[in-house]
């Protein structure tokens, strides 16, 4: 729009310099262009339609006239203003609009000044009180007030949100043919001529239902396992009753007065209730209380035992009482059950411990499970062993023998015989013979055993007494004298004398230096020990031993010769911010040196080397650095200085922001690379801190999106850029604002494709974030949230969406919108809510339509015959476009037989429209070729809509043809 202004401004220009330059080529003097001052744009009005705005006035220099022009989204409302304020009229609710306002001169110059606001959302409707008028058993009655009484509004009355009145004008409503003692909720929903609505809810309850009259309870006829009950009851009401022992439920929906209580336990406590029950479901309860007589024990009985051995006794039980009662025994020995019997009887008991006492224990129950217990205790007869003699004999350095004389067991079983320590411990178990070797004793020393024997019973034992024996002890070797021979600066020679037995055993020596074995056999009377250390101190050993183990030890110590500390020499050859190269020489004969290389104290390396790199180290730094030298044993040193350069100074460099987003920032680093060629960014690493928080920033990147952002929010940020040692190069700071979160943007408007009996098909334009966010959103109808996909009930009541790839009620496709499970013939109403990331909210707009009637009950089919061209044309009322049907089907039937199972497919798009009709064309002209005189009936079946929804299907009467 400016642009088409200043062209103007400009061609005139042009025009008068062209006539002023046609006049007597004279120059005329220069005119002066003034333009108008800066000036002011403030709201001054705003509602949902309109907006009032008003600027400051724009002034020129030499005080000439200045006129406004303005303009709403580039199209131009007023021209040539002279006043300070313009209205805008008939605007969309909640859009934001873009405005401009151009100051004009008289000399042709201009100023633009531009303003944006967003209108305010349509009135909502005043708040409902909603209140009780009269409650009864059947029927509620209430009223309500809004408080905004300036807007005319329209009530829907819900009862358990199920819809009984729409469009109210009315302030009362009763509900009738309610339950009595029920709970309800009421919603009362207001909507204004914006459609905007208003809730309000009440819950009440019905009044209660009399409750059965009064009666008595009473108990008779109790015995040990059943008692009866009788009760009061009223002539002049409806009741039935139900009988709870215990609280369990024994009977119900009784008209008798009595009820009789079996298979009860005795001596027992028992609560009986009955309820009456009118016919509203009122109860009046009561209880009584009774227990149970008590049923007679069983007879009298005695137990005896006889047979007693060791391990059996025989058991026998005999009734003192009445023979005739039938008794059931169980038998018990030690607690442990062993058989059932019926009367009077006897029990082997086996397998008995020898010498215990054992207790038999025997229950008698009759046929009331009355249990009479009686008890016997008897002891089973006992074992023994004799005693024995123990010896011992042949005693050795490290082996004795034991013997002993035999043991013999009452019962005659086998005798075995364990070996033991005083202390408990066993040597040996389980001997058959009398005589055992003790071996890998302890020369000269004391020693104590005893010996058990043992039946088959472990229990039975003879212990013997204990007997003790010391044992001879090994030739210790005689002493010898150890000399030093030789002594060089690696090796080391040492002498000794013989060592001997008292009996001429054989003798063998070890040898030792410093504790660490040289030789366990050495031959002759010297060794020498080499490969040592020049300068060193050590320790020799010599031990003499036997075959026994007997030994006699002797020592002497001694140092090695030792040789000249070499000189060391430090060269640095190369030096950087990073890096230092070190070589390094040794005087002498250097060839077997090794060397140990230190900086700041810490080991860096050690081996036969003599040059080393060191890298990765900070810039501008001084290091020590010590190499540490070891030849045959002898170590020398060297220390030295090393100083790593500085890093150039970075050149300035600039930060720019540019916002994609309100909550979307790129910041560059434009010209950091340009102006500091020789940084190597990958190696230097970015430090960033947005209001005081740390940024995950990375290594050499000069360009990064800032995500997560608030709107119309202003933020700092701080970038400390570092070489890769850690030291500053350079840093920079920044403060930028982030633009308003916008709203989201419909596409269009929703528009109608085709609606049927059930279903409503919409072209989908979705809504669109200006941010470039992912919409999610909600669906209304008839005001009411609904979800997408949901799966309906048998009864089409529901309503169910299909919105193409729908996730998580995210939708980015532009696929059609199905409404299915509609209800026929009723007016509906559809709108969509967009919602961006950040909560803002658009709706889209409304749209109305009402459903078709039922397809089942207004479909009709009549038959138009012409005999002619034997064709038939049947006609029934539009259910939708012809691409909302999914099958049609002709059943044909010749002379009372159905040709062709299923019938004939006929598609869609062979369907005629006339108005709001649809006709088909049938041939019926091949079925007379073959029987030209048959009888020909038809019936035809549609299907309505796609699989994915729900599927209306009408069938015809069948109609038959006549010629």
Known sequence: MRVKVMFVWLMAMVIGLILSCSKDDVSPEPEVKLSPLNFDISKKDLGHDFSEIQWTPSFILDKSKVVYDVYIEEELKGKDLETLSYRFEDLKALTTYNIEVIAKSIYKTQLVASYSFTTQDTPSPGTIVLKKKDVSTDKISISWENSNSTQKLKYAIYLDDVLKAENLDVTTYTFSDLEGEKVYKIKLVAKNEFDKTVESTLVLKTNEYVEPSDFTLKENDLSFNSAKIKWTGSESEKLTYTVLLDGAEKAKDLTVLEYEFTELKEKTPYTASVKAINEHGKIKQKQISFTTLEAGGPADFKISAENITITTALIRWKTAGDKSEKLNYKIYVN??????????????????????????????????????????????????????????????????????????????????????????????????????????????????????????????????????????????????????????????????????????????????????????????????????????????????????????????????????????????????????????????????????????????????????????????????????????????????????????????????????????????????????????????????????????????????????????????????????????????????TTPADKAPVWKGDLKIKQTGFSFLELENNFATDPEGGSLKYRYYVNGVMKNPNTSASSAPKQVRLKLGLLERRVNSNNKPILLSHLISNKEYTFYIIAIDPSGKETKSNVVKFTTGPDAKKVFEVRAAIDPSVKHVGPYWMKMGEKASIKEIRVKWVIDGKLLGGRGESVHPSKLVEKGNQHSLDLDYSHFLKVKPEAKISFSISIEWIDKEAFIGKSESNTIVITE
């Open 335 to 736: 607690d442990d059950f062993k058989a059932d019997a019926q009367g009077d009887g006897q029990y082997l008991a086996t397998k008995l411990e020898h010498g215990k006492v054992h207790t038999v224990k025997i229950e008698a129950k009759n046929s009331h499970e009355k249990i009479l217990t009686k008890k016997f205790k008897f002891t089973t007869e006992t074992i023994s062993m004799s005693d024995f003699n123990l010896n011992s004999w042949d005693v050795k350095p490290t082996s004795a023998v034991l013997t002993w004389t035999k043991s013999v067991a009452t019962d005659g079983s086998k005798v075995t015989y364990d070996v033991y320590h005083p202390n408990g411990a066993r040597v040996k178990g389980g001997l058959e013979e009398t005589e055992y070797q003790l071996t890998n004793l302890t020369p000269g020393k004391s020693f104590t055993y005893r010996v058990e024997a043992v039946s088959n019973d472990p229990n039975i034992r003879s212990v013997s007494k204990t007997v003790t024996f010391k044992t001879t002890n090994h030739e210790i070797p005689g002493d010898f004298e150890l000399n030093l021979g030789e002594m060089k600066k690696t090796e080391a020679r040492i002498n000794w004398t013989n060592s001997e037995l008292p009996s001429g055993g054989k003798i063998v020596y070890e040898v030792y230096l410093d504790n660490d074995p040289y030789s366990y056999d050495a031959s002759g009377n010297a060794f020498v020990f080499k490969n040592l250390d020049a300068g060193t101190p050590h320790t020799a050993k010599v031990i003499a031993k036997s075959t026994n183990n007997t030994k006699n030890v002797q020592t002497i110590s001694f140092t090695t010769n030792t040789e000249p500390v070499p000189e060391l020499t430090l060269n640095i050859v190369k030096r950087e911010t990073r890096l230092v190269e070190l070589t390094w020489s040794s005087s002498g004969t250097p060839s077997s040196d090794r060397y140990e290389l230190f900086l700041d104290g810490k080991t860096v390396k050690s081996g036969a080397f003599k040059t080393h790199t060191f890298k990765d180290l900070k810039s501008s730094t001084t290091y020590k650095v010590k190499v540490i030298g070891t030849r045959n044993g002898k170590s020398y040193e060297k220390e030295v200085d090393i100083t790593t350069k500085a890093y150039a100074a970075a050149v300035d460099w600039t930060i720019e922001v540019s916002h994609a987003t309100f909550n979307n920032v790129q910041v560059n680093l434009a010209d950091f690379k340009t102006k500091n060629p020789n940084y190597d960014l990958s190696h230097m690493t970015f430090e960033a801190i947005l209001n005081g928080e740390g940024l995950n920033w990375g290594k050499g990147i000069t360009s990064k999106n800032l995500t997560l952002l608030k709107a119309e929010t202003t933020y700092n940020l701080n970038l400390k850029i570092k070489h890769a040692d850690g030291s500053l190069a350079s840093e920079k700071s920044i403060s930028f």
